[in-house]
């Protein structure tokens, strides 16, 4: 399984980004796709993350307000709609694969990651 996550880029205080993760190669029916990101000098933490069959989704709290996880399935694709962004908001994000149901908070059940796109947004 391979993940590229594409779409970061820098923006302004307020503004919006939309990030991509294509998934590709030998994929359960059933998976879940997690978005993490990591800033400079901090621990990697869980942003949102959904299931492929039934499409449950899942938000970090401080970020369910600003942040909606959606998916194409008929393309491998999920997105992250990323609104109202603040400099705090900048880290590379990354994308992660999980066979099965699973589409939780935690990174080490997650199988596969992409690279990661870097996010920065300017105060």
């Known amino acids: 399984v391979q993940l590229q996550a594409s779409g970061g880029g820098l923006v302004q205080a307020g503004g919006s980004l939309r990030l991509s993760c294509v998934v590709s190669?030998?994929?359960?029916?059933?998976?879940?796709v997690g978005w993490f990101r990591q800033a400079p000098g901090k621990e990697r933490e869980f942003v949102a993350s959904n299931s492929r069959i039934g499409g449950s989704t899942l938000y970090a709290d401080s970020m369910k307000d600003r942040f909606a996880i959606s998916r194409d399935n008929a393309k491998n694709l999920v997105y992250l709609q990323m609104n109202s962004l603040k400099p705090e908001d900048t880290a590379v994000y990354y994308c992660a694969y999980k066979s099965g149901p699973y589409y939780g908070r935690n990174m080490y059940s997650y199988d596969y990651w992409g690279q990661g796109t870097q996010v920065t947004v300017s105060s």
């Open positions: 190669g030998r994929t359960f029916s059933d998976y879940a």
